[in-house]
């Protein structure tokens, strides 16, 4: 077979020579910010900080293993909150937006002044030492985070790679007579209390070194972290320990297990300092997975001492924060700033994980990066990614070189993974997608063999314990071709449930498998195999399973439900683990055949084959029924999760481009806003942020393929710079674009000078930096409405079928 160029994608091409060989038509001009605009004035870091957003808040560098904020009682999965909650410290990992359990936090460091200068005056354990900060103190900037006690010590801090630099400033002695020794606590423990065990050593110049073992926040086994701790500003007044309530200025080293019975021993060390004029002392942090000795040494490199430059260290932060959204334009043609901060902050929180833990990884040796906290890519894999892939190529193509290193040296891609260890798999196995998309965008520097290994390896290997690698059921699939409900798996073990979620997600791994043999060559026969299989999800479509609200008939006939093993069908209600029956299915809590979403939903998640979708249900018109029925009812959509993502966009399979862009904007800013509850649920490493970020500037990914669906951009006129500098793709309203979108329909388009009817376009877009304009009514118009105008479906040959 030919090699990656579908059909689709050659005909897309003919477009761009057939525009090089004629005398190019004038171009509507390039998107750019207006003079003297700086990116980092529309990031507002603390949107997503309440209501479940679970962001990262603090300070970071992009992808930094340093991530620096204080961590609260509350709402802690992210370290901070807006929520109220008091400030239990301030600690130097964390990750952003995950769900479950809170993440790292490892080693915190508390501020404060004991009572009648008495050390045992001071609070240890975490809750009884919390104090509530000041709610107007509280500043989040890139690369900086800053807020006052409620006691009036303030604390700001910035980071570089792998270290978190604090400037803790004490206010004057408060009590008369005495001068109090500002003291600096430092915490064995972690945000979720996960320590199995940890060390401190303190010199006699106030340097702390240490490590501790902790459990991932969604994974199996456990990891060791260390630190090294250094403080400037004022002179070492004495140092010590804490065990629980109690603390002494000997011994200077201590090793503290888990505890009897798991009890939680509170245990660290402290120093204590003459106190400043100015009230400051400085805390520089580095942290290493490799020894306290490269933890001292990444601090040191990356912050010299003896006199800390915090506004350099904040400095350089903010300017790769700058680089990093630099090749973004956007014309915001009179759109309110709220829409613009959701935006940029939104692209941001993209950069803030995957972490680059690059020279830090003691599992394997090897000279590929080496990224942690792909948490989870079953959240990444349809928006972040994706995302990253145009703002940022060359970070993504290492990312996906870690991925495959991973594979490489622990047999196995993640479908998730965080703090070197395997991450839960929710469903398949979608590494797969984001290798593939990688691919299909011709990202550089990916041995693509070694991937085709790799997801060959998902398809056909079933592991030991696919709870956390590759995929279960695997007899099942090759013979019967779907997942069974209660399947017979004497292969591996894993949670045996998601038969419905399971099914669909190992049919889109499998297409993007096929899109990728076909691409390097493969025989026919392999390239066909598994374009089979990824039609497997219909053995799984109940031509006669009703759906019942409250007893009532909601009227759509069809629906995917669960099979045995034996060909009988099973059952479970189409609104079951959904807001509507209130229940919520993960892998511990009520398992069940689809996760974490309804059968509603998940009937369109099957991004390969929309055009037989479209069929199954009785047409267009039943299609485009059903879509609004499931984005109107209240509770079925649920716009919480990254299931939901492609189903706002789905219209345009149906030739209905236009309801897309209106879909869009029933979300948008309703549920995704700029305000620090903004997030409709957690962002999930920023896959929130990505899919605002995409349905704002106009063109929706389809991930694994080269396919973004067109629509009206929320600003005049977007752009991004070319992977090789080639000038900015720009998307461009050239009439009838209105702040109060009321022209959600596209009238017209030009691709390049040429009319372009399409309803959608590929990655050449970004790559080549091509010109999109479009002409704005406020009427749905007969663009993009013609089959031939739809995205690619298997069903229609748009990937060129065998
Ligand atoms: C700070 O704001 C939170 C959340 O709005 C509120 O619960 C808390 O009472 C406020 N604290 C103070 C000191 O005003
Ligand atoms: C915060 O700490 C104060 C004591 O400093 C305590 O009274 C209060 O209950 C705590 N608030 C929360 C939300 O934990
Ligand atoms: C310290 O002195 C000031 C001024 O005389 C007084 O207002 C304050 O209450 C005193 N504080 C304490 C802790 O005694
Ligand atoms: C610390 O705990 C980990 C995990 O339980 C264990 O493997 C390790 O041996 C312990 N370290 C020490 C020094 O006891
Ligand atoms: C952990 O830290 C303690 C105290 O600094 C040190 O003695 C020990 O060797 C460290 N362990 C490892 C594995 O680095
Ligand atoms: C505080 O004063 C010390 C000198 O006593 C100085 O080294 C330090 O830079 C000052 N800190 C700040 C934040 O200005
Ligand atoms: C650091 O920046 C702050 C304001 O951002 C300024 O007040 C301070 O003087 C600066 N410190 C130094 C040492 O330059
Ligand atoms: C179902 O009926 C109950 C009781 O009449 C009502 O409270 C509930 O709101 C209804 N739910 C839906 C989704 O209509
Ligand atoms: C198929 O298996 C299911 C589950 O074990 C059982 O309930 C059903 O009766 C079986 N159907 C037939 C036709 O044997
Ligand atoms: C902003 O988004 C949140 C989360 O989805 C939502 O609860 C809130 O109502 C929205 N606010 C506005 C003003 O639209
Ligand atoms: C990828 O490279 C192929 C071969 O050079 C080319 O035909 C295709 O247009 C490129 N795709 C993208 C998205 O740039
Ligand atoms: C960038 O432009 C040069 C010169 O026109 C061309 O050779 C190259 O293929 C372009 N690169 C991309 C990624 O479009």
Not at 33 to 52: A, R
Not at 246 to 275: C, D, H, M, S, W
Not at 306 to 330: C, H, M, Q
């Amino acid at each position: 077979m030919s090699h990656l160029a579908g059909q689709y994608r050659a005909s897309v091409l003919s477009t761009l020579c057939f525009f090089l060989s004629v005398s190019a038509p004038a171009l509507a001009q390039k998107a750019q910010n207006p003079p003297g605009f700086d990116p980092l004035s529309f990031v507002n870091p603390l949107i997503g900080s309440n209501n479940g957003g679970n962001v990262f808040a603090g300070a970071s560098i992009p992808y930094g293993m340093a991530k620096a904020v204080a961590d609260v009682s509350g709402q802690n999965t992210g370290g901070f909150s807006t929520d109220g909650s008091n400030i239990t410290g301030f600690s130097h990992t964390h990750d952003s937006g995950t769900g479950g359990n809170p993440s790292l936090g490892n080693f915190p460091l508390f501020p404060q002044y004991c009572p009648g200068d008495d050390i045992n005056n001071c609070k240890y354990p975490k809750l009884e030492r919390a104090v509530n900060a000041r709610n107007d103190s509280i500043v989040a900037r890139p690369g900086y985070f800053a807020l006052e006690l409620e006691n009036g010590i303030r604390a700001e801090m910035t980071t570089s790679e792998h270290t978190a630099l604090y400037h803790f400033t004490f206010p004057p002695s408060p009590e008369n007579g005495t001068a109090l020794h500002p003291q600096i606590v430092l915490d064995l423990t972690d945000i979720g209390d996960t320590r199995q065990n940890a060390s401190i050593g303190i010199d006699p110049s106030g340097r702390m070194k240490g490590n501790g073992t902790f459990l991932p926040s969604f994974g199996a086994g456990s990891f060791m972290l260390h630190f090294c701790a250094d403080f400037a500003g004022g002179e070492l007044f004495d140092s010590g320990l804490f065990v629980n309530e109690r603390a002494g200025n000997e011994p200077k080293e201590i090793f503290v297990t888990r505890g009897f019975n798991l009890f939680y021993l509170q245990a660290g060390g402290f120093v204590r300092f003459v106190r400043p004029a100015n009230g400051t002392i400085s805390a520089r942090v580095g942290v290493s997975f490799i020894s306290a000795d490269q933890a001292c040494s990444n601090a040191e490199r990356e912050i010299p001492g003896p006199v800390y430059d915090f506004n350099g260290t904040r400095r350089e932060a903010e300017d790769a924060w700058r680089r990093k959204l630099s090749p973004i334009a956007a014309e915001a043609g009179g759109v309110d700033e709220s829409m613009q901060r959701s935006f940029w902050s939104g692209i941001y929180r993209n950069m803030l994980s995957p972490q680059d833990y690059t020279g830090e990884n003691p599992l394997w040796q090897s000279d590929e990066p080496y990224f942690d906290s792909f948490y989870c890519i079953w959240d990444s894999f349809r928006a972040q990614h994706p995302l990253l892939t145009i703002i940022d190529p060359a970070t993504q193509s290492r990312m996906v070189r870690s991925l495959l290193d991973t594979y490489k040296h622990e047999g196995w891609l993640p479908d998730c993974r965080m703090s070197l260890s395997k991450g839960w798999t929710q469903g398949g196995s979608n590494t797969d997608v984001v290798l593939v998309d990688a691919y299909v965008k011709n990202l550089t520097g990916i041995n693509w063999d070694m991937a085709y290994a790799a997801i060959l390896n998902d398809a056909e290997n079933e592991p030991q314990e696919w709870s956390y690698e590759g995929r279960g059921g695997l007899v099942s699939w090759k013979t019967l071709n779907y997942i069974p409900y209660l399947d017979y798996d004497y292969l591996g073990f894993g949670t045996n449930s998601r038969s419905i979620s399971r099914t669909l997600e190992y049919a889109y791994n499998d297409f993007c498998l096929s899109t990728l043999a076909r691409g390097l060559d493969k025989d026919d026969a392999t390239v066909a195999k598994y374009l089979a299989r990824s039609s497997n999800w219909q053995n799984l479509w109940k031509f006669d399973q009703r759906s019942d609200i409250n007893g009532t008939d909601t009227g759509f006939l069809g629906f995917l439900q669960p099979k045995f093993l034996n060909g009988t069908w099973g059952y479970q209600d189409p609104i079951a683990c959904g807001a509507l029956t209130n229940s919520f299915c993960s892998l511990t809590s009520n398992p069940s055949e689809t996760f974490e979403s309804t059968v509603w939903e998940y009937i369109f998640y099957v991004p390969h084959d929309i055009a037989t979708l479209i069929s199954l249900v009785g047409g267009p018109a039943p299609f485009i029924k059903r879509l609004d029925f499931f984005h109107d009812y209240p509770g079925l959509a649920d716009i919480s999760n990254e299931p939901v993502f492609l189903t706002v966009f789905l219209y345009h399979y149906a030739g209905r481009p236009a309801l897309s862009a209106l879909r869009a904007h029933s979300y948008i800013p309703a549920y995704f806003n700029d305000t620090n509850s903004g997030l409709p649920g957690n962002d999930d490493s920023g896959a929130m942020g990505a899919f605002q970020a995409f349905a704002m500037m106009g063109l929706f990914p389809v991930p694994g393929q080269n396919v973004y669906l067109i629509t009206p951009p929320f600003f005049e006129a977007v752009g991004f710079g070319g992977a090789e500098g080639n000038g900015s793709a720009t998307v461009r309203v050239v009439e009838g674009f209105d702040v109060m979108y009321k022209n959600l329909y596209i009238q017209s388009a030009k691709l390049n000078g040429e009319v372009y009817t399409r309803n959608w376009v590929g990655h050449e877009f970004f790559t080549h930096g091509w010109t999109l304009e479009l002409v704005l009514g406020d009427t749905e118009s007969e663009w993009g409405t013609r089959e031939e105008d739809l995205p690619p479906s298997v069903k229609t040959g748009g990937f060129g079928n065998l």
